[in-house]
């Protein structure tokens, strides 16, 4: 999982993707990068680190241009602590291309022959945006056939890299002299959305992101999401072109952008992300009910943030008191994208603290809004009987995730996690539970396509079934034997 953005403005765009980075800094915070387009002329600034820590003065008035884009990373593939894998990528030719990546590539071991071998190309790293970048430059090359290229070369480019790339990929890209393309993999697994505004001069300005709030935040109208399979070509004036590059488009929208990943102001796919997770918890309330005497709890308390909206309606179904009992530390990051099961260990004591006078001798119903590894889980139910608390039940709004997600969240390997060959007694008995209690698969698929045009839902971390049909137990192992989370 990562946030991208891009720009086409009529004014220098460097200070507006800078405030869209701040805006998607909770898509990640291992490395950031920023890269501007002055006519033919590229201009690219990346660092380890949050965006606040990444960028100077000095920095900021390098990124010359009114054509732009940037990325905030957190690693899914390649190693979190390598300053070259940071994007954007780079490559010179044709005409010089820069790429943003959100997401995850399936055939990253065929790729890297076919682009050795056939294409002629080298990757310097492991990124799989590296990979993405090169296909891109490679299918690009061939389908220019006049003297200078048009969006018809660029969408061919595309469908054919439909064609040789798996996986998920929401991708933003410069090209250089021209302009901005955009483009979404055929299961729309991962977001992307575009705004657009018109300035005094009547011309229009474009941004496209992973989220929607990057565009109302900058005083932009929603125009739509990016189609899956579809790709957008913004030249540097401000002229839109798009057209569809798959021949079998589907919209698979990846379930836990609206359980964890996404801001709740966001709207994805046409889906408010709050409402997604108001209606997760008035469905869990109804699984609550099902299992337990509702007389044998005090209180109903959030896991903050992102559970606080499924809690609160949790709470309000069941009739039951609703508090807050754990205060956050607003300067730690989160733990489930941090690199590393020693830092999510280290962190969630830094981040949480249970306030006493809200636990003691108290029965608490805890909502959280998901249970992946169970590392911060177990802490915070440890952290809530220290504080007095009698009898701990704990609920999550999304169902058990039992299966490795391969499609750009940061959950490789099966042995990871909690719920993986475990059922609810013994997961109740690692964690150190009185009672667990799950959202249900199809429940949680309500709560997100409820009244909405999305029909299907990517739910593979929960239900085993990958929409794109090629991933395979070998190639599981794969993953687990060659990824460090």
Same mark, same amino acid.
């Given at each position: ?135 891109? &430059? ?106 569809q590059c798959s021949n079998n488009p589907q ?33 869990? &309330? ?72 809200e636990f003691k001798n108290k029965n608490v ?53 909690? &719920? ?26 309500? &709560? ?38």
């Amino acid at each position: 999982m990562c946030g991208i953005v891009g720009v086409v403005s009529t004014d220098q765009c460097n200070q507006q993707i800078y405030d869209s980075l701040l805006l998607l800094q909770h898509r990640g915070q291992d490395s950031t990068g920023i890269a501007t387009m002055d006519g033919s002329v590229f201009h690219i600034n990346k660092s380890k680190g949050q965006v606040r820590e990444a960028y100077r003065t000095r920095d900021m008035r390098g990124l010359i241009g009114k054509v732009g884009l940037g990325h905030v990373r957190y690693a899914t593939k390649g190693a979190a602590h390598r300053e070259e894998e940071a994007q954007p990528f780079y490559v010179n030719a044709p005409y010089g291309i820069i790429l943003v990546h959100n997401g995850n590539l399936t055939n990253t071991r065929e790729l890297e022959k076919e682009l050795f071998k056939v294409d002629r190309r080298h990757t310097n790293t492991s990124s799989d945006t590296e990979m993405l970048l090169n296909v891109l &430059a490679t299918e690009l090359n061939s389908s220019i056939h006049g003297k200078d290229i048009n969006p018809d070369d660029l969408f061919t480019a595309v469908k054919r890299l439909h064609g040789r790339v798996q996986g998920s990929y929401a991708s933003i890209a410069l090209i250089a002299g021209h302009g901005l393309l955009a483009f979404r993999d055929p299961f729309g697994i991962r977001p992307l959305v575009i705004g657009k505004r018109v300035k005094e001069n009547n011309k229009p300005e474009w941004v496209i992101a992973s989220e929607s709030l990057v565009i109302e935040n900058n005083d932009y109208e929603i125009v739509r999401d990016v189609e899956p399979g579809e790709a957008i070509f913004i030249t540097s004036e401000g002229e839109f072109f798009s057209k569809q590059c798959s021949n079998n488009p589907q919209l698979f929208p990846c379930s836990f952008e609206y359980v964890y990943l996404a801001r709740p102001d966001s709207i994805m796919n046409g889906i408010s992300v709050y409402e997604s997770r108001l209606r997760m918890g008035d469905l869990l &309330a109804e699984t609550i009910k099902k299992q337990i005497s509702l007389g044998d709890i005090d209180v109903v308390m959030p896991i903050p943030d992102s559970s606080r909206p499924a809690a609160m309606q949790v709470a309000r179904q069941l009739g039951i008191e609703y508090r807050e009992g754990f205060f956050k530390n607003r300067y730690v990051g989160r733990t489930f994208i941090m690199p590393g099961q020693s830092l999510r260990k280290r962190s969630v004591r830094q981040k949480l603290n249970a306030m006493s006078t809200e636990f003691k001798n108290k029965n608490v119903l805890i909502v959280d809004d998901s249970v992946v590894r169970g590392t911060t889980t177990q802490q915070i139910v440890q952290m809530a009987r220290s504080a007095g608390a009698n009898k701990v039940t704990f609920t999550s709004a999304a169902p058990p995730i039992r299966y490795p997600h391969v499609y750009g969240i940061n959950m490789p390997s099966r042995n990871e996690l909690i &719920a993986y060959n475990r059922n609810i007694n013994q997961i109740e008995d690692n964690l150190f539970i009185d009672k667990m209690i799950y959202q249900e698969v199809e429940d949680l698929t309500k &709560a997100i396509t409820n009244n909405s045009n999305v029909k299907e839902l990517d739910l593979s971390c929960f239900t085993g079934k990958y929409v794109t049909g090629t991933v395979t137990d070998e190639y599981l192992n794969w993953v687990e034997k060659t990824s460090l989370s």
